[in-house]
């Protein structure tokens, strides 16, 4: 039995769905999130296979994934129950002020439905029941999924899992759905009225055409859209000196895992000229065998970018990888190129997604800092250092002023969910850099702020009123009260 | 002297500027507004009789008005001193997890040069060191303003005093520069790749070709328009029954104010057909005199919107005015129509910028719910009734749905400038749902969150580190700390 339903159906059920969901109570809502989670986690081993079959993804990974997207329902269904993201504001009237103040009071209210679209590479935390989908009911608003075409049959096992759970909750029909995988579903769902906001990871020319369509409506909406990006790490020299070929190392684990089908994989070590990094990188490089990739589509796109990059004037071939027929995988290529050549040619600055990355080898610190001041907008960037060098001070401010998170010492492949992460990032990495796809902050994409003015207090929203009956964090006249 | 540098000088000037405004602590960056506040107050009797002769407003409203600018820059200064608006969210590294959970702090930076359009109806507190410059400089942005063609001598005299004050503070130069008044300097300065974010309140017209042209920039940025609304307050039976006279003059008195050059003015009273209410507002329109309006471009648009208005089937003239050449000055105009005939032309739901309002006549409770349902985005709505009416709960979240804020038994124009205050709504209202031009939260729109992943404490942002060295609110491992 499907799941899908029409673009059509699947938003008159939403709207419909909508004003319940959002008049849920916080802990009522909370109980939805947790009650997908825990029928997800107890239908893992029957999940896993189908995401193994149709990814190409392994056992391990798919199964930590299964943890990692009901950890995510849990952290909104936390953050709902704190009910910060209420953002509560009152402020008392001041009858004798000039002009006479009246009593305020503002509350984020919930946008209505939501379009979610399903990343190819976590068909389980970036995708039918993912990050987007748990921010949006969190929110309030109900999700209207489109599903990707990489793995239907785990869309509608998981959908129904999902779907069933939510409904022996007692939580509204319609308040999550699910339409067709056709590039068309997605197309009519972002130019329907009823929706409000459209959530979407994935890559940038999809991205943007549907951020274009979401823009164009006689009524633009939202369109919060992660489109991937380079995720330079640089090592200063004495890094190099110290700990080369191990740094070259976890680097090129850190771009071949899951294939390199990560919007967050190192797309650039920008390093030292230095033969020993170059040589274990190399060597580590080589030593990684066959992945098959998640989408006949996606590997033809990463094949094109690939036999495009390798035209770039300077670029060297330090381990060539490719496509093998037989077993339908691909090895890793990893290629140098001398820093002169990446400032020359910035289409080395964009995503190729796949098991690829590309060492920039510099030989002056100065033209190192040009390079991080050249970069696009980034999700992410990171410094490997030993703490000390005084070029730290001035290589850290422009990758703060170009990405969304800046690591020392790590790899950015690993996006933690927790409330601090931030997973976003200036344009192009994404198409609105005040948000983020992960952590507890992605519920905020959702919502907007009301003020009541005057309002009686039967007539407010119940969390608005005197007292704090919900019992959360509030300010009070400028002054936060926990 | 003019303060007025081309668009490439200012755009150098701020961008040169923006490190050093970014990285002032909190207590110096909220000295420098205060003492922008202080300059501005001390030069009240020079300023205001500039802004009578530019704007036609009263000596007592402008007055007035420089309280609400130099208000808003210490209510701003509040702000940065609080911290909140810096978003601190700290989570501590679990390295037993799996997978292991690194050191996460999150903290908003600053975008960079904001370009702030200013407005002709506030040529105070919506002008050249208005709300929006008071909120980009809050977030640490430099503001390149782009002053109103309506006040160039205001522009001039206030600019002078705001960057002598913060010179004199010891602020950077090129924290707060302005360009020319023209209609290209406006364009160039949106499509200045070394502007980061655009404040626009204005006409529709003018914000969204402005808001497409940084859309379509290479580096798309955000654009923060507010565009007026209607404004509709509607009554209830019982209200009209009670009061309906008295409701009837709070309305003309609020809908004339400043020749109804207000994005607040309140365009529709929706109420119970009622002939002691009609005949109030009736007398009332037509003892309102003469007034001068803004500009003559103002003045060109609103006598074309009105005469369109009046042509609208069904529109019948209660009070009828128009211009008068000899002393150039409007009288308003009130008419009603039926709340079908409002149902059949949507355009009577837009906003008409000048001394106008519509009574549109309702019998059925119905139809007036249907009206609620068919109202485009607002940046307010109002109700005014007795309580205890069972049509309060079905009208209110319909109101809700579509504006920013909601009123009860009061008027929309005046906007206090609190910490609750949203000054916002959806689409047309402005081009941004989730943001407000008015109260505490406008410094958000500057900002954009960045997580530090596992970085030692001397690489941190000061108000990063251990400790809380700034004092300011925190999250930390999921709990509020204050």
Redesign the interface.
Same mark, same amino acid.
């Given at each position: 039995m499907t799941r899908v339903l029409t673009v059509d159906a699947a938003c008159a059920a939403a709207h419909a769905a909508a004003?319940a969901v959002a008049a849920s109570d916080l802990p009522t809502r909370a109980a939805w999130l947790e009650a997908m989670a825990d029928a997800l986690d107890a239908a893992r081993d029957d999940l896993v296979p189908i995401a193994v079959e149709e990814s190409r993804l392994g056992v391990d990974r798919l199964t930590?994934e299964v943890g990692r997207m009901t950890g995510q329902l849990r952290l909104m269904a +936390?953050v709902v129950r704190?009910g910060?993201f209420l953002g509560l504001?009152?402020?008392q009237a001041l009858p004798d002020a000039?002009?006479p103040?009246?009593d305020? @009071?503002?509350m984020n209210?919930p946008? /209505?439905p939501v379009a979610v679209f399903s990343a190819s590479n976590f068909p389980f935390a970036f995708a039918t029941i993912g990050g987007d989908t748990a921010a949006s009911l969190a929110a309030g608003c109900p999700a209207v999924v489109k599903p990707n075409p990489g793995h239907p049959r785990l869309a509608d096992a998981v959908m129904a899992i999902g779907q069933d759970a939510l409904a022996a909750a007692g939580a509204p029909a319609g308040m999550l759905t699910m339409v067709s995988h056709d590039l068309q579903a997605g197309i009519d769902l972002v130019v329907d009225d009823r929706i409000e906001a459209v959530a979407f990871t994935g890559s940038q020319r999809g991205g943007l055409a549907l951020a274009r369509l979401a823009?164009e409506r006689p @009524?633009?909406?939202?369109f919060f859209g992660e489109l991937g990006s380079v995720n330079p790490v640089f090592v200063t020299a004495d890094a190099a000196r110290e700990r080369g070929a191990a740094i070259a190392e976890g680097w090129v684990a850190s771009f071949t895992l899951g294939a390199g089908q990560f919007c967050t994989k190192p797309g650039l070590l920008v390093a030292p000229r230095d033969e020993s990094l170059r040589a274990a990188a190399q060597s580590a490089a080589q030593g990684v065998g066959g992945q098959g990739m998640l989408t006949e589509a996606i590997r033809e796109t990463y094949l094109r970018g690939l036999s495009e990059r390798l035209e770039s004037t300077g670029v060297e071939v330090l381990a060539g990888g490719g496509w093998d027929a037989a077993t339908d995988t691909v090895t890793p290529t990893l290629v140098s190129v001398s820093i002169d050549a990446v400032l020359a040619d910035p289409a080395l600055l964009e995503e190729c997604f796949g098991p690829t990355s590309i060492l920039v080898e510099y030989t002056d610190e100065k033209q190192m800092l040009d390079l991080a001041e050249a970069l696009?907008?980034l999700l992410s960037a990171g410094v490997h250092g030993q703490?000390g060098e005084s070029i730290?001070a001035e290589l850290?401010?422009r990758l703060?002023?170009h990405? /969304?998170?800046?690591? =020392?010492?790590?790899w950015p492949t690993?996006v933690?969910v927790? =409330?601090?992460?931030?997973h976003?990032g200036?344009?192009?990495a994404t198409?609105a850099?005040?948000t983020?796809s992960v952590g507890?902050?992605a519920v905020?994409r959702f919502? @907007?702020?009301?003020? =009541? +003015? /005057?309002?009686?207090q039967?007539?407010l929203p119940v969390p608005l009123r005197d007292g704090n009956p919900w019992g959360v964090?509030r @300010?009070v006249? /400028?002054v936060?009260e926990?």
């Open positions: 004003p930590g +936390q704190e910060s504001v009152l402020d000039t002009p103040r009246p305020l @009071r503002r209210v946008l /209505g823009a @009524r633009p909406i939202p696009p907008g703490g730290i850290l401010p703060v002023a990405a /969304g998170r800046v690591l =020392w010492n790590g690993g933690a927790t =409330w601090s992460m931030h976003g200036p344009f192009p198409t850099a005040a983020t507890a902050a905020n919502l @907007r702020p009301v003020t =009541w +003015q /005057g309002m009686p039967e007539i964090p @300010r006249d /400028g936060l926990i």
